[in-house]
T-cell receptor, first 116, second 118 residues
Protein backbone atom coordinates (compact mmCIF):
# COMPACT_ATOMS: atom_id res chain seq x y z
CA UNK A 1 0.00 0.00 0.00
CA UNK A 2 1.42 3.41 -0.92
CA UNK A 3 2.53 5.54 1.98
CA UNK A 4 3.74 8.99 2.89
CA UNK A 5 7.50 9.03 3.49
CA UNK A 6 9.28 11.55 5.70
CA UNK A 7 12.98 12.19 6.08
CA UNK A 8 14.89 12.39 8.29
CA UNK A 9 13.24 10.50 11.12
CA UNK A 10 15.14 12.60 13.65
CA UNK A 11 16.78 15.99 13.14
CA UNK A 12 18.90 17.73 15.75
CA UNK A 13 19.64 21.39 15.07
CA UNK A 14 21.18 24.32 16.91
CA UNK A 15 18.85 27.17 17.77
CA UNK A 16 18.85 29.82 15.08
CA UNK A 17 19.75 27.42 12.30
CA UNK A 18 17.57 26.67 9.30
CA UNK A 19 16.04 23.26 8.95
CA UNK A 20 14.24 21.58 6.07
CA UNK A 21 11.93 18.67 6.67
CA UNK A 22 11.16 16.53 3.67
CA UNK A 23 8.12 14.56 2.68
CA UNK A 24 7.19 12.41 -0.28
CA UNK A 25 3.38 12.29 -0.44
CA UNK A 26 1.46 9.47 -2.06
CA UNK A 27 1.94 9.87 -5.78
CA UNK A 28 -1.62 10.57 -6.97
CA UNK A 29 -2.50 12.83 -4.07
CA UNK A 30 -3.22 16.48 -4.65
CA UNK A 31 -3.51 17.97 -1.17
CA UNK A 32 -0.63 18.23 1.24
CA UNK A 33 -0.45 19.14 4.90
CA UNK A 34 1.96 19.67 7.73
CA UNK A 35 1.05 19.12 11.36
CA UNK A 36 3.13 19.15 14.49
CA UNK A 37 2.88 17.50 17.88
CA UNK A 38 4.80 18.97 20.77
CA UNK A 39 5.69 16.26 23.29
CA UNK A 40 2.69 15.46 25.44
CA UNK A 41 0.34 17.71 23.49
CA UNK A 42 -2.15 17.22 20.72
CA UNK A 43 -1.51 17.22 17.01
CA UNK A 44 -1.84 20.75 15.60
CA UNK A 45 -2.45 21.85 12.04
CA UNK A 46 0.22 24.03 10.48
CA UNK A 47 -0.52 24.43 6.80
CA UNK A 48 -2.30 22.95 3.82
CA UNK A 49 -1.13 23.17 0.23
CA UNK A 50 -2.89 22.64 -3.08
CA UNK A 51 -2.11 23.51 -6.65
CA UNK A 52 1.27 24.94 -5.71
CA UNK A 53 0.02 27.39 -3.18
CA UNK A 54 -0.95 27.54 0.46
CA UNK A 55 -4.65 26.85 1.01
CA UNK A 56 -4.77 27.57 4.70
CA UNK A 57 -2.32 28.19 7.51
CA UNK A 58 -2.61 28.34 11.26
CA UNK A 59 -1.37 31.11 13.53
CA UNK A 60 1.58 28.87 14.36
CA UNK A 61 2.74 29.09 10.75
CA UNK A 62 4.42 32.48 10.93
CA UNK A 63 7.05 34.07 8.70
CA UNK A 64 9.68 31.65 9.96
CA UNK A 65 7.90 28.81 8.20
CA UNK A 66 7.59 28.11 4.50
CA UNK A 67 6.49 25.20 2.35
CA UNK A 68 7.47 24.22 -1.11
CA UNK A 69 6.86 21.54 -3.66
CA UNK A 70 10.14 21.82 -5.53
CA UNK A 71 9.45 18.97 -7.92
CA UNK A 72 6.73 16.49 -8.70
CA UNK A 73 7.33 14.31 -5.69
CA UNK A 74 8.70 16.22 -2.70
CA UNK A 75 6.92 18.52 -0.28
CA UNK A 76 9.13 20.40 2.16
CA UNK A 77 8.70 22.41 5.33
CA UNK A 78 11.41 24.96 6.04
CA UNK A 79 11.92 26.67 9.37
CA UNK A 80 14.19 29.60 8.74
CA UNK A 81 15.57 30.35 12.20
CA UNK A 82 14.68 27.65 14.66
CA UNK A 83 13.65 28.33 18.23
CA UNK A 84 13.62 26.01 21.21
CA UNK A 85 9.83 25.88 21.08
CA UNK A 86 9.98 24.46 17.56
CA UNK A 87 11.04 21.14 19.06
CA UNK A 88 8.26 18.73 18.16
CA UNK A 89 7.27 15.83 15.96
CA UNK A 90 6.33 17.11 12.52
CA UNK A 91 3.90 15.08 10.44
CA UNK A 92 3.31 15.35 6.76
CA UNK A 93 -0.01 14.20 5.33
CA UNK A 94 -1.60 13.97 1.92
CA UNK A 95 -5.03 13.28 0.53
CA UNK A 96 -6.28 12.33 -2.88
CA UNK A 97 -9.09 14.75 -3.27
CA UNK A 98 -11.28 16.97 -1.22
CA UNK A 99 -14.86 17.32 -2.23
CA UNK A 100 -17.78 14.98 -2.12
CA UNK A 101 -15.55 11.98 -1.68
CA UNK A 102 -13.47 13.59 1.08
CA UNK A 103 -10.63 11.18 0.89
CA UNK A 104 -8.93 10.92 4.27
CA UNK A 105 -5.51 12.26 5.01
CA UNK A 106 -2.69 9.74 5.11
CA UNK A 107 0.14 10.51 7.49
CA UNK A 108 3.84 9.82 7.44
CA UNK A 109 5.75 8.50 10.45
CA UNK A 110 6.96 11.98 11.30
CA UNK A 111 10.25 13.77 11.81
CA UNK A 112 11.27 14.41 15.37
CA UNK A 113 12.90 17.85 15.46
CA UNK A 114 15.08 18.62 18.46
CA UNK A 115 16.38 22.17 18.86
CA UNK A 116 19.40 22.60 21.14
CA UNK B 1 -14.56 26.93 14.93
CA UNK B 2 -14.54 23.18 15.28
CA UNK B 3 -13.18 21.20 18.18
CA UNK B 4 -13.23 17.74 19.67
CA UNK B 5 -13.02 16.69 23.28
CA UNK B 6 -11.73 13.30 24.28
CA UNK B 7 -12.74 12.29 27.77
CA UNK B 8 -10.06 10.35 29.56
CA UNK B 9 -6.41 10.76 28.68
CA UNK B 10 -5.75 7.18 29.80
CA UNK B 11 -8.01 4.15 29.57
CA UNK B 12 -7.07 0.72 30.84
CA UNK B 13 -8.99 -2.45 29.94
CA UNK B 14 -8.38 -6.14 30.35
CA UNK B 15 -7.70 -8.26 27.32
CA UNK B 16 -11.04 -9.43 25.95
CA UNK B 17 -12.99 -6.60 27.54
CA UNK B 18 -14.98 -3.93 25.76
CA UNK B 19 -13.07 -0.87 24.60
CA UNK B 20 -14.89 2.47 24.74
CA UNK B 21 -13.06 5.67 23.91
CA UNK B 22 -15.12 8.83 24.08
CA UNK B 23 -15.16 11.75 21.68
CA UNK B 24 -17.51 14.72 21.59
CA UNK B 25 -17.37 17.32 18.89
CA UNK B 26 -18.35 20.91 18.47
CA UNK B 27 -19.10 22.22 15.02
CA UNK B 28 -21.33 24.87 13.53
CA UNK B 29 -21.37 23.05 10.20
CA UNK B 30 -21.90 19.38 9.39
CA UNK B 31 -18.66 17.73 10.38
CA UNK B 32 -16.63 14.89 9.08
CA UNK B 33 -15.18 12.84 11.93
CA UNK B 34 -12.20 10.53 12.11
CA UNK B 35 -10.42 8.25 14.49
CA UNK B 36 -6.69 7.81 14.09
CA UNK B 37 -4.36 5.47 16.00
CA UNK B 38 -0.72 6.13 16.80
CA UNK B 39 1.55 3.28 17.80
CA UNK B 40 4.84 4.14 19.52
CA UNK B 41 7.31 5.90 17.22
CA UNK B 42 4.91 5.73 14.30
CA UNK B 43 2.66 8.10 12.44
CA UNK B 44 -1.09 8.41 12.53
CA UNK B 45 -3.06 5.59 10.95
CA UNK B 46 -6.68 6.06 9.97
CA UNK B 47 -9.02 3.71 11.83
CA UNK B 48 -12.32 4.93 10.44
CA UNK B 49 -14.16 7.98 9.18
CA UNK B 50 -17.69 9.37 9.24
CA UNK B 51 -18.68 11.36 6.17
CA UNK B 52 -22.44 11.79 6.55
CA UNK B 53 -23.44 8.41 5.18
CA UNK B 54 -24.17 5.61 7.64
CA UNK B 55 -24.04 6.71 11.27
CA UNK B 56 -22.44 3.44 12.38
CA UNK B 57 -19.01 3.25 10.85
CA UNK B 58 -16.84 0.17 10.82
CA UNK B 59 -13.10 0.50 10.63
CA UNK B 60 -10.00 -1.59 10.68
CA UNK B 61 -8.93 -3.98 13.44
CA UNK B 62 -12.51 -4.56 14.62
CA UNK B 63 -13.15 -0.98 15.70
CA UNK B 64 -16.35 0.88 15.03
CA UNK B 65 -17.84 4.23 15.93
CA UNK B 66 -21.33 5.66 15.96
CA UNK B 67 -22.15 9.23 15.03
CA UNK B 68 -24.87 10.61 17.31
CA UNK B 69 -25.89 14.09 16.31
CA UNK B 70 -28.19 14.54 19.30
CA UNK B 71 -25.30 13.87 21.66
CA UNK B 72 -22.60 15.43 19.42
CA UNK B 73 -20.61 12.28 20.00
CA UNK B 74 -18.50 9.89 17.98
CA UNK B 75 -17.33 7.28 20.47
CA UNK B 76 -14.99 4.50 19.40
CA UNK B 77 -15.69 0.93 20.47
CA UNK B 78 -14.31 -2.54 20.08
CA UNK B 79 -16.09 -5.56 21.58
CA UNK B 80 -12.97 -7.39 22.70
CA UNK B 81 -9.62 -5.75 23.37
CA UNK B 82 -6.39 -7.31 22.23
CA UNK B 83 -2.91 -6.61 23.53
CA UNK B 84 -1.99 -5.21 20.13
CA UNK B 85 -4.61 -2.48 20.54
CA UNK B 86 -2.43 -0.67 23.07
CA UNK B 87 -1.72 2.70 21.48
CA UNK B 88 -2.79 6.33 21.49
CA UNK B 89 -6.09 7.12 19.82
CA UNK B 90 -7.01 10.49 18.40
CA UNK B 91 -10.41 11.77 17.42
CA UNK B 92 -10.40 14.47 14.73
CA UNK B 93 -12.92 16.69 12.99
CA UNK B 94 -12.90 18.55 9.71
CA UNK B 95 -15.59 20.56 8.03
CA UNK B 96 -17.52 18.72 5.38
CA UNK B 97 -15.79 19.88 2.26
CA UNK B 98 -17.14 22.41 -0.12
CA UNK B 99 -15.88 22.66 -3.63
CA UNK B 100 -12.88 20.78 -4.85
CA UNK B 101 -9.79 22.81 -4.24
CA UNK B 102 -10.57 23.58 -0.63
CA UNK B 103 -8.31 21.57 1.62
CA UNK B 104 -9.90 20.53 4.89
CA UNK B 105 -7.64 20.72 7.90
CA UNK B 106 -8.06 18.25 10.72
CA UNK B 107 -8.58 19.43 14.27
CA UNK B 108 -7.46 16.79 16.73
CA UNK B 109 -8.43 15.96 20.26
CA UNK B 110 -5.82 15.55 22.96
CA UNK B 111 -5.71 11.79 22.55
CA UNK B 112 -6.51 8.79 24.73
CA UNK B 113 -3.82 6.30 25.62
CA UNK B 114 -5.26 2.80 25.69
CA UNK B 115 -3.58 0.25 27.91
CA UNK B 116 -4.55 -3.42 27.63
CA UNK B 117 -3.72 -5.69 30.52
CA UNK B 118 -3.74 -9.47 30.85
Amino acid sequence: EPEVTQTPSHQVTQMGQEVILRCVPISNHLYFYWYRQILGQKVEFLVSFYNNEISEKSEIFDDQFSVERPDGSNFTLKIRSTKLEDSAMYFCASSEEVGVRNQPQHFGDGTRLSIL
Amino acid sequence: AQSVTQLGSHVSVSEGALVLLRCNYSSSVPPYLFWYVQYPNQGLQLLLKYTSAATLVKGINGFEAEFKKSETSFHLTKPSAHMSDAAEYFCAVSPSPGVTGTASKLTFGTGTRLQVTL
